[in-house]
């Protein structure tokens, strides 16, 4: 029987396990994640991070244990409607390729009926939030920079402001230094908008830059749940070790 979770929880996962064969991407895992604040997912790649993100989106259900987003129990009859509260955002944007960044901005909006001018006015509100030149809008995902395409798919994922935001490796693609750059640019609107954040990475710099709570999960377990400084204090295990040593150096750099 999982422990009761917080109830104040805009998201939670109580003892859900998610297999695929013999395979189990997540396996008895309980979490909570507080409103207007933001966790950090890490791990090896297949150690369950993304198939939490998918979980909490209605995009997998579980074999065993629930769900729940704001108190109440994921069911297939309101998955819409809770992804219309969630922004999503993948590696390297999932941008629709034969629309522009306004069509692609405009798909979920148009769908619900907002008139043209109401999705512009979003639009632009939200290029300024992402440092976006409102000329781009007729561009195709194909003549936008790796940066560019980052921002135009958070700044979907923000069309409906949601309460909540998934990210799952959303700098992973991108080279050094547009990745610093973005790194800045999403903590400062985190902290500006107050939403919860989930947050997929493989990077533990990344993670501890973004979150003090980070959660470190291998093969569908969570390993630990904490600060960086619990992890550097008190680690879990020996793969908790292991996971922070692994991390090089510039040759001739202090250690």
């Given at each position: 029987m999982?422990?009761?979770?917080?109830?104040?929880?805009?998201f939670s996962l109580a003892g859900v396990t998610r297999a695929w064969g013999e395979v189990r991407a997540v396996d008895g895992v309980s979490l909570a994640f507080g409103r207007g604040r933001t966790t950090v997912l890490i791990g090896s790649s297949g150690s369950g991070k993304s198939t939490v993100l998918r979980l909490?989106?209605?995009?997998?259900?579980?074999?065993?244990?629930?769900?729940?987003?704001?108190?109440?129990?994921?069911?297939?009859?309101?998955v819409l409607e809770v992804r219309r509260r969630v922004g999503y955002v993948i590696q390297e944007g999932g941008l629709f390729p034969h629309l522009t960044v306004l069509g692609n901005l405009a798909l979920l909006p148009h769908h619900l009926g907002w008139s043209r001018a109401r999705i512009r006015a979003r639009a632009l509100e939200l290029a300024e939030l992402n440092h976006l030149?409102?000329?781009?809008?007729?561009?195709?995902?194909?003549?936008l920079s790796g940066g560019q395409r980052q921002r135009v798919a958070l700044m979907r994922a923000l069309m409906l402001?949601?309460?909540?935001?998934?990210?799952?490796?959303?700098?992973?693609?991108?080279?050094?230094?547009?990745?610093?750059?973005?790194?800045?640019?999403?903590?400062?609107?985190?902290?500006r908008l107050g939403k919860t954040v989930i947050m997929v990475t493989h990077d533990l710099a990344?993670?501890?830059?973004?979150s003090r709570r980070l959660v470190l999960m291998r093969r569908g377990h969570v390993v630990q749940d904490g600060s960086i400084d619990d992890f550097r204090r008190t680690p879990a295990d020996d793969f908790v070790r292991a996971f922070l040593a692994a991390r090089r150096s510039l040759p001739g750099a202090s250690p």
């Open positions: 999982p422990a009761a979770l917080p109830s104040n929880s805009a909490l989106l209605g995009l997998e259900w579980p074999d065993a244990g629930e769900v729940c987003c704001d108190g109440r129990p994921l069911r297939r009859a309101r030149e409102a000329h781009q809008f007729v561009r195709f995902p194909a003549e402001d949601p309460p909540t935001l998934l990210l799952d490796e959303p700098l992973g693609a991108l080279d050094p230094l547009v990745r610093h750059g973005l790194q800045d640019e999403l903590r400062d609107l985190f902290q990344e993670a501890a830059f973004f």
